[in-house]
Structure formats: C-alpha cells, structure tokens
C-alpha cells in the first residue's frame, strides 16, 4: 500500500493498494487506512475517486 492523503484528522489515510505489479499507479484500486485498524475499499481506481 501507497499511502498519498490524510482521510481525517484522526489518522485514517488514502492508499493505492498495490496488489501487483502494474506500471501505471492510476489503475490499482484505493483504500482508506482506518484510525482503528480498518482497510476501506473507496474506488475501484484513482480516477473514480476523483
């Protein structure tokens, strides 16, 4: 995982989950790294979280 934004202000970030080896980091899926433990499937891509 490729932590890139703080989520809150309470720890929780944004991540591309990087589950292989692809060049192009725009196409791996995002996550959100909870405060408490927690991985939250956020887009299916960067582009869709946008």
């Known amino acids: ?7 809150n202000s309470s720890g929780s970030m944004y991540a591309i989950w990087r589950k292989d080896d692809r060049a192009d980091l725009a196409t791996p899926p995002v996550v959100a790294l909870g405060d ?8 299916r891509d960067v582009r869709e979280l946008i």
């Open 1 to 7: 995982m490729i932590s890139f934004a703080q989520a």
């Open 36 to 43: 408490e433990g927690g991985i939250h499937l956020v887009a």
